[in-house]
């Protein structure tokens, strides 16, 4: 079964500064995809960015950007220039191509940031 | 504009009633999905629609109930029969089989049944 895994339920950063969320998986499909969603206090789900397995090259969306390793199966998303809006739940997501578009969610990590 | 609806926003409930929270989407998106989320926890998966009339139980779907009579409507109707159903419950929609496999979530609805 598809696991999804964030490690870190809490982070904090300082107003303007960088700060990596990490995620890790585990498939043994070939071509799935990955998500970022933010929850903020509203308890809206927002997606961030998406990542196709099959693109070496990282997705980038203006401050938010991720490292895709694929091999290590890690999918971390960074935020630069942090922002008080960022403060939020963060939720990676993964999906397989093709099927139900199940997406599996991880636990989530809570971002605070610092004025 | 187009979107994603759930209502209410909050709901409260008796122990042993049935409740059905709504889902309603304008755009033309063809699965819809159901998700709970509890405190500490990532969206679990309670039902998936693909195509009308057609639905699948996803992981934790005892005690609930869907349909899916129109493309743009897919309640979920919590049963008796759930043992835990206090809850903020997140509907979601996504154009399925044209590539683009991301969800677009509605605003949720908290049951509180007491």
């Known amino acids: 079964a598809q696991t999804v895994t964030q490690s870190q339920p809490e982070m904090s950063v300082q107003e303007a500064e960088t700060v990596t969320l990490s995620c890790t998986y585990d498939?043994?499909?070939?071509?799935?995809?990955l998500f970022w969603y933010k929850q903020p206090p509203s308890r809206q789900m927002i997606l961030v960015i998406r990542?196709?397995?099959?693109?070496?090259q990282n997705a980038t969306e203006n401050r938010f950007s991720v490292n895709f390793q694929k091999a290590a199966k890690s999918f971390s998303l960074k935020i630069s220039d942090s922002q008080l809006g960022d403060a939020a739940m963060y939720f990676c997501?993964?999906?397989?191509?093709?099927?139900?578009?199940?997406?599996?969610f991880g636990k989530g990590t809570k971002l605070t940031v610092n004025p | 504009d187009g979107g994603i609806t759930q209502s209410p926003k909050y709901l409260f409930r008796k122990e042993g009633q049935n409740v059905t929270l709504s889902c309603e989407q304008n755009?033309?998106?063809?699965?819809m999905y159901w998700y709970r989320q509890d405190p500490g926890q990532g969206l679990r998966l309670i039902y998936y629609?693909?195509?009308?009339?057609?639905?699948q139980k996803g992981d934790i779907a005892e005690g609930y109930s869907v349909s899916r009579e129109k493309k743009e409507s897919f309640p979920l109707t919590v049963t008796s029969a759930q043992k835990n159903p206090t809850a903020f419950y997140l509907c979601?929609?996504?154009?399925?089989?044209?590539?683009?496999?991301?969800?677009?979530f509605g605003p949720g609805t908290r049951l509180t049944v007491t």
């Open positions: 990542q196709e397995a099959y693109k070496q």
């Open positions: 629609s693909q195509i009308v009339n057609d639905f």
């Open positions: 498939t043994s499909e070939s071509d799935y995809y």
């Open positions: 997501a993964y999906t397989t191509q093709g099927g139900s578009e199940k997406l599996v």
């Open positions: 755009l033309n998106h063809d699965a």
């Open positions: 979601a929609s996504s154009p399925h089989g044209r590539g683009v496999y991301e969800q677009y």
